[in-house]
């Protein structure tokens, strides 16, 4: 069971990294068209939209990755939860 817990950070964390890194890329001025920003795009947007639509800008500045975080960080906690009550119940 620790390799799956380990496997489900890993999978959490690489995610987080890649919503933070899209949301620094754009300060750099990196094109929205490179080939990474497009795919980092492609791979957060599915989280990020929807909460585009309920959360607005607080002036110029977008939360709503600061808010993906956070759910995320909440949702490996409770995935690596169920895991272990799992592992104990097995």
Do not use: C
Not at 47 to 62: E, K
């Amino acid at each position: 069971m620790s390799v799956l817990l380990l496997l489900t950070d890993w999978v959490f964390f690489l995610y987080s990294l890649a919503i933070i890194i899209r949301s620094l890329l754009p300060l750099f001025r990196v094109s929205p068209y490179h080939p990474a920003m497009r795919f980092l795009i492609q791979i957060t947007e599915p989280i990020l939209a929807p909460l585009r639509r309920h959360i607005r800008p607080i002036g110029i500045w977008d939360i709503t990755p600061m808010i993906a975080l956070l759910i995320i960080w909440v949702a490996n906690l409770i995935v690596k939860q169920i895991i272990q009550t799992l592992a104990m119940l097995l």
